[in-house]
Protein backbone atom coordinates (compact mmCIF):
# COMPACT_ATOMS: atom_id res chain seq x y z
CA UNK A 1 0.00 0.00 0.00
CA UNK A 2 1.29 3.36 -0.68
CA UNK A 3 1.67 5.93 1.89
CA UNK A 4 -0.83 9.14 1.63
CA UNK A 5 0.30 12.26 2.45
CA UNK A 6 -1.65 14.89 4.44
CA UNK A 7 -2.78 17.90 3.33
CA UNK A 8 -3.21 20.97 5.43
CA UNK A 9 -4.87 24.41 4.51
CA UNK A 10 -2.38 27.41 5.51
CA UNK A 11 -3.68 27.64 9.16
CA UNK A 12 -3.32 23.85 9.54
CA UNK A 13 -6.87 22.29 9.47
CA UNK A 14 -6.68 18.87 7.77
CA UNK A 15 -8.30 19.23 4.33
CA UNK A 16 -7.63 15.73 2.48
CA UNK A 17 -5.05 12.61 1.68
CA UNK A 18 -3.49 12.67 -1.58
CA UNK A 19 -1.44 10.40 -3.34
CA UNK A 20 2.85 10.89 -3.83
CA UNK A 21 1.81 12.00 -7.41
CA UNK A 22 -0.69 14.43 -6.33
CA UNK A 23 1.66 16.04 -3.44
CA UNK A 24 4.27 16.25 -5.86
CA UNK A 25 2.37 18.12 -8.44
CA UNK A 26 2.05 20.61 -5.27
CA UNK A 27 5.56 20.81 -4.82
CA UNK A 28 6.45 21.54 -8.42
CA UNK A 29 3.55 24.18 -8.64
CA UNK A 30 5.08 25.99 -5.47
CA UNK A 31 1.74 25.58 -3.48
CA UNK A 32 3.43 23.74 -0.66
CA UNK A 33 4.01 26.54 2.05
CA UNK A 34 5.46 24.36 5.22
CA UNK A 35 5.91 20.68 5.87
CA UNK A 36 6.06 19.06 9.11
CA UNK A 37 6.24 14.97 9.70
CA UNK A 38 9.19 12.97 8.10
CA UNK A 39 9.79 11.81 4.37
CA UNK A 40 7.37 9.65 2.66
CA UNK A 41 8.80 9.35 -0.48
CA UNK A 42 11.63 10.78 -2.71
CA UNK A 43 10.74 11.55 -5.92
CA UNK A 44 13.67 11.59 -8.96
CA UNK A 45 13.82 13.61 -11.36
CA UNK A 46 14.90 14.13 -14.98
CA UNK A 47 18.72 14.66 -15.54
CA UNK A 48 20.11 18.41 -16.71
CA UNK A 49 23.11 19.12 -18.44
CA UNK A 50 25.77 18.56 -15.87
CA UNK A 51 24.48 15.45 -15.42
CA UNK A 52 23.11 16.23 -12.23
CA UNK A 53 19.81 14.40 -11.11
CA UNK A 54 16.78 16.19 -9.49
CA UNK A 55 15.10 14.86 -6.43
CA UNK A 56 12.54 15.65 -4.36
CA UNK A 57 11.39 14.70 -0.69
CA UNK A 58 7.77 14.71 -0.35
CA UNK A 59 6.75 15.33 3.28
CA UNK A 60 4.42 13.41 5.19
CA UNK A 61 2.00 16.54 6.11
CA UNK A 62 1.65 19.73 4.25
CA UNK A 63 0.02 22.70 4.10
CA UNK A 64 -0.59 24.23 0.63
CA UNK A 65 -1.53 28.33 -0.16
CA UNK A 66 -3.46 29.36 -3.28
CA UNK A 67 -5.51 32.52 -3.86
CA UNK A 68 -8.16 31.76 -1.26
CA UNK A 69 -7.64 29.83 1.89
CA UNK A 70 -9.51 26.24 1.68
CA UNK A 71 -11.60 25.37 4.28
CA UNK A 72 -12.46 21.52 5.81
CA UNK A 73 -15.36 20.06 5.46
CA UNK A 74 -18.36 21.16 8.26
CA UNK A 75 -19.71 17.94 7.92
CA UNK A 76 -18.12 14.69 6.93
CA UNK A 77 -19.65 12.43 4.18
CA UNK A 78 -21.48 9.24 6.08
CA UNK A 79 -19.81 5.69 4.76
CA UNK A 80 -20.03 2.07 6.51
CA UNK A 81 -16.04 2.05 6.11
CA UNK A 82 -15.60 5.70 8.30
CA UNK A 83 -18.54 3.90 10.40
CA UNK A 84 -17.05 0.93 11.35
CA UNK A 85 -13.36 2.75 11.90
CA UNK A 86 -15.71 5.43 14.12
CA UNK A 87 -16.99 2.39 16.61
CA UNK A 88 -14.02 0.21 16.02
CA UNK A 89 -15.86 -2.54 13.96
CA UNK A 90 -17.47 -3.23 17.81
CA UNK A 91 -21.62 -4.00 17.10
CA UNK A 92 -23.41 -0.97 19.76
CA UNK A 93 -25.67 -3.29 20.94
CA UNK A 94 -23.93 -6.47 22.04
CA UNK A 95 -20.52 -5.00 22.24
CA UNK A 96 -18.68 -8.17 20.36
CA UNK A 97 -16.22 -6.70 17.86
CA UNK A 98 -16.53 -8.38 14.07
CA UNK A 99 -15.25 -8.31 10.89
CA UNK A 100 -16.31 -5.62 7.79
CA UNK A 101 -18.89 -8.32 6.38
CA UNK A 102 -20.59 -9.02 9.22
CA UNK A 103 -21.58 -5.30 10.67
CA UNK A 104 -24.27 -3.67 9.03
CA UNK A 105 -25.36 0.33 10.23
CA UNK A 106 -28.12 0.52 11.74
CA UNK A 107 -30.61 4.08 12.48
CA UNK A 108 -31.00 4.54 15.92
CA UNK A 109 -34.20 6.44 15.18
CA UNK A 110 -35.64 4.14 12.54
CA UNK A 111 -36.06 5.79 8.97
CA UNK A 112 -39.26 4.66 8.43
CA UNK A 113 -40.30 6.65 11.97
CA UNK A 114 -38.48 9.76 10.80
CA UNK A 115 -34.90 9.15 11.35
CA UNK A 116 -32.48 10.86 9.20
CA UNK A 117 -29.19 8.98 7.88
CA UNK A 118 -26.97 11.36 9.94
CA UNK A 119 -23.42 10.33 11.70
CA UNK A 120 -25.46 11.36 15.07
CA UNK A 121 -28.91 8.67 13.91
CA UNK A 122 -26.33 5.45 12.99
CA UNK A 123 -23.97 2.94 14.81
CA UNK A 124 -22.21 0.00 13.67
CA UNK A 125 -24.79 -3.01 14.71
CA UNK A 126 -23.91 -6.84 14.02
CA UNK A 127 -26.37 -8.67 12.06
CA UNK A 128 -28.40 -10.55 14.34
CA UNK A 129 -28.76 -7.18 16.83
CA UNK A 130 -29.99 -5.08 13.89
CA UNK A 131 -32.09 -8.11 12.99
CA UNK A 132 -33.52 -8.13 16.32
CA UNK A 133 -33.84 -4.14 16.70
CA UNK A 134 -35.53 -4.06 13.32
CA UNK A 135 -37.12 -0.81 12.76
CA UNK A 136 -38.02 -0.51 16.32
CA UNK A 137 -37.42 2.28 19.07
CA UNK A 138 -34.75 1.39 21.56
CA UNK A 139 -37.25 1.88 23.89
CA UNK A 140 -39.83 -0.22 22.86
CA UNK A 141 -37.64 -3.19 23.32
CA UNK A 142 -35.75 -2.73 26.03
CA UNK A 143 -32.60 -2.27 24.07
CA UNK A 144 -29.30 0.13 25.12
CA UNK A 145 -26.47 1.84 23.48
CA UNK A 146 -22.85 1.06 24.88
CA UNK A 147 -21.67 4.49 23.55
CA UNK A 148 -23.56 7.34 21.94
CA UNK A 149 -23.01 7.81 17.99
CA UNK A 150 -21.59 11.36 16.73
CA UNK A 151 -20.39 13.17 13.91
CA UNK A 152 -16.31 13.31 13.63
CA UNK A 153 -14.42 16.63 12.80
CA UNK A 154 -12.08 16.68 9.89
CA UNK A 155 -9.25 15.33 11.69
CA UNK A 156 -11.55 12.40 13.01
CA UNK A 157 -12.64 11.95 9.71
CA UNK A 158 -9.46 11.69 7.95
CA UNK A 159 -8.32 9.18 10.83
CA UNK A 160 -10.72 6.88 10.31
CA UNK A 161 -10.63 6.91 6.67
CA UNK A 162 -6.80 6.53 6.05
CA UNK A 163 -6.49 4.48 9.54
CA UNK A 164 -5.11 1.13 7.59
CA UNK A 165 -1.79 3.15 6.69
CA UNK A 166 -1.30 6.50 8.37
CA UNK A 167 1.88 7.30 9.92
CA UNK A 168 2.67 8.01 13.36
CA UNK A 169 3.66 11.77 12.96
CA UNK A 170 0.99 12.06 10.51
CA UNK A 171 -1.52 10.77 13.64
CA UNK A 172 0.08 12.86 16.21
CA UNK A 173 -0.83 15.81 14.38
CA UNK A 174 -4.27 14.86 13.97
CA UNK A 175 -5.18 13.66 17.49
CA UNK A 176 -4.15 16.75 18.80
CA UNK A 177 -7.10 18.42 16.77
CA UNK A 178 -9.29 15.42 18.08
CA UNK A 179 -12.26 16.51 20.29
CA UNK A 180 -10.99 16.25 24.20
CA UNK A 181 -13.24 13.13 24.53
CA UNK A 182 -11.72 11.33 21.56
CA UNK A 183 -7.92 12.08 22.66
CA UNK A 184 -7.37 8.67 24.75
CA UNK A 185 -10.24 6.37 22.68
CA UNK A 186 -14.09 7.20 22.83
CA UNK A 187 -15.66 3.32 23.02
CA UNK A 188 -14.77 1.97 26.03
CA UNK A 189 -16.91 -1.95 26.17
CA UNK A 190 -15.72 -4.26 28.69
Not at 43 to 48: C, D, L, M, S
Not at 166 to 188: A, T, V
Request: aromatic fraction near 8%; hydrophobic fraction near 35%.
Amino acid sequence: MQPRILRLNLAGQPLEWLSWQEAACLYVRELVTWSLGGVVQRVHGGINRYGERSTLDLAAIIACGGERMARPRRRPPLTNRALFFRDAHTCLYCGKEFRTGELTRDHVHPVSKGGLDVWENVVTACRRCNQHKGNRLLEDIELELLALPFCPNAAEYLALINSERIRGDQMEFLRSQFSRRRQEGWLQVS
